[in-house]
């Protein structure tokens, strides 16, 4: 009763929360409009591997999440923060000063790791707060608010550019992260008592990830997180791409990339209503079977061009998919560490990492496949959708057939 007594209300949770989680984002989007700059300023030959400023944050973080729920169940969750949040400072550092590719992607690879923390810590931290539908109704407030982030960070990013070159885009993430830390240090109370930490050793670990990766809704959940993000991944990975050269936007970039983004905010706001009157299996159900049906006809009408789509018609399908992309975030997240709630920070560390390996493996071959035409894309959406589906299912009727717990029931 004392601990709850000294925790912060839920608005201002939910937007702590949101700049923590933010931060991954922030390193990722803001950067998208100066990947050509950075890849003439290091000397980078081909196009494509500027993607990798992209994929190795992602890559950074699927070894990070392996590290930070154990430390959070161990240590606190706020402790384990601040050394994510420090590991990340320095990752950003390193890029600042790179001189060439390699220690580019080193300090890429850094920031991955370190964001990784809030990646994991924060779902640790609402878990602690909140179960079931409520959860769910958190997390995607949370999101609705997060995504914020991504649709604002290219534009911020652009006028950065506008005043200086892309290393000042890194400063102002130094800046914004160094807030984050000192929010999180003055407002936010920590949730995990004394009495409730784990010792911190390798067989507590180890028999924390064997229950996690037994748990066949925990485990199936995360890949199919993983495999739709991976979609997600390749679209992030290829966006500028995409825009800015096949479309020739150029500065207007960060406006488009914004407004798709907004739709995943919406949809996470609207999906805040909704799981407090559905069952999140059957909103996840839904979103799955309309991205795929919707990328399958997109698919037809693509190959009957001679060219590529307008970009009128391509961000109406993409508004369709990222609007069901924002569904399923929050809803899989929610369901895969809902079993888990007695062992939140390393259950969440492993549902975190296996769906961030599915994620940068797809995102990362659809990405590489980009061929000046929306066609890797597209077909990345229709299969990861169809693959996620039809996992969905299959889980279902194994929870059906030996009547398993299933947390949205």
């Known amino acids: 009763m004392k601990q709850a007594k000294k925790e912060i209300g839920h608005r201002e949770f939910v ?118 539908s409520e959860m769910g109704r958190m997390m995607s407030l949370i999101l609705a608010v997060f995504i914020m982030v991504p649709a604002m960070a290219p534009s911020i990013g652009q006028g950065i550019l506008y005043v200086a070159d892309w290393r000042a885009i890194f400063w102002f993430i130094f800046a914004l992260g160094i807030f984050g830390g000192l929010w999180l240090n003055i407002r936010q109370p920590e949730t995990l008592t004394a009495e409730n930490r784990r010792s911190f050793t390798f067989s507590i670990i180890y028999s924390g990830i064997k229950e996690t990766l037994k748990n066949p809704i925990s485990r199936t959940y995360a890949i199919i997180s993983g495999i739709i993000f991976g979609a997600f991944i390749g679209y992030l990975s290829s966006a500028q791409q995409i825009f800015q050269l096949q479309y020739e936007l150029k500065d207007s970039f960060p406006l488009y990339f914004g407004g798709l983004a907004l739709a995943i905010g919406v949809s996470s706001f609207v999906n805040s209503k909704l799981v407090m009157r559905f069952k999140m299996e059957a909103l996840c159900q839904t979103a799955m079977i309309i991205i795929t049906i919707v990328s399958s006809f997109f698919m037809i009408y693509m190959f009957t061009l001679e060219g590529d789509p307008s970009l009128t018609i391509l ?60 066609i890797p894309l597209i077909s990345g959406f229709f299969a990861c959708g169809l693959l996620g589906l039809l996992l969905f299912l299959k889980l279902q009727h194994h929870i059906k057939k030996h009547n398993l717990y299933s947390p949205a029931k």
């Open 315 to 374: 961000m109406m399908y993409l508004l369709v998919i990222f609007f069901n992309v924002g569904i399923l975030f929050g809803n899989l997240n929610t369901l895969a560490v809902q079993p888990l709630g007695h062992i939140a920070g390393v259950g969440t560390s492993i549902v975190g990492s296996v769906q961030t390996i599915f994620s940068v493996g797809l995102g990362g071959l659809i990405g590489q496949l980009y061929n000046g035409t929306v």
């Open 15 to 132: 937007f702590l929360m949101a700049l923590l989680m933010s931060m991954t984002a922030l390193s990722i989007d803001a950067m998208l409009p100066a990947l050509g700059q950075i890849g003439q300023s290091l000397n980078v030959q081909n196009p494509n591997d500027t993607q990798m400023v992209i994929s190795a944050v992602f890559l950074g973080m699927a070894g990070g999440l392996l590290l930070y729920g154990p430390l959070s169940d161990s240590y606190g969750r706020k402790n384990s923060l601040y050394l994510g949040i420090g590991i990340f400072l320095v990752g950003i550092i390193i890029s600042i000063y790179s001189t060439n590719f390699s220690f580019m992607l080193m300090g890429r690879l850094l920031q991955g790791f370190g964001s990784a923390s809030a990646r994991v810590v924060t779902v640790a931290l609402i878990r602690d707060r909140f179960e079931g």
